[in-house]
């Protein structure tokens, strides 16, 4: 169930991080899924780092920073696709 769990976080944060971002991605939906794992895996280390891991109720702290994380990764991989896919193109 875990990655099950995963997925559906990664692809939740990365749809929330696209429509955050300014602009236009054109990175695919499976590309934004990971990025979103990703972020998401960054935030709770992140969060781990600042002791607010485990809180009593809803862990908004965390939450913020898998959101944060998952910005940065989704950007960080829409610019890559887009740099590879526009390499392909003119090739």
């Given at each position: 169930?875990?990655?099950?769990?995963?997925?559906?976080?990664?692809f939740?944060?990365?749809?929330?991080?696209?429509?955050?971002?300014?602009?236009?991605?054109?990175?695919?939906?499976?590309?934004?899924?990971?990025?979103g794992?990703?972020?998401?895996?960054?935030?709770?280390?992140?969060?781990?780092?600042?002791?607010?891991?485990?809180t009593?109720?809803?862990?908004?702290?965390?939450?913020?920073l898998?959101?944060?994380?998952?910005?940065?990764?989704?950007?960080?991989?829409?610019t890559?696709?887009?740099a590879v896919?526009?390499?392909?193109?003119?090739?």
């Amino acid at each position: 169930m875990g990655w099950l769990w995963a997925i559906i976080v990664g692809f939740v944060l990365g749809l929330i991080a696209k429509a955050i971002i300014p602009g236009k991605q054109h990175s695919p939906l499976w590309l934004t899924t990971i990025c979103g794992i990703v972020g998401a895996l960054i935030g709770n280390a992140l969060a781990r780092g600042f002791g607010i891991d485990e809180t009593s109720g809803i862990d908004w702290g965390r939450h913020v920073l898998q959101l944060a994380a998952a910005v940065v990764i989704v950007l960080l991989g829409d610019t890559a696709y887009t740099a590879v896919r526009g390499n392909r193109q003119r090739a």
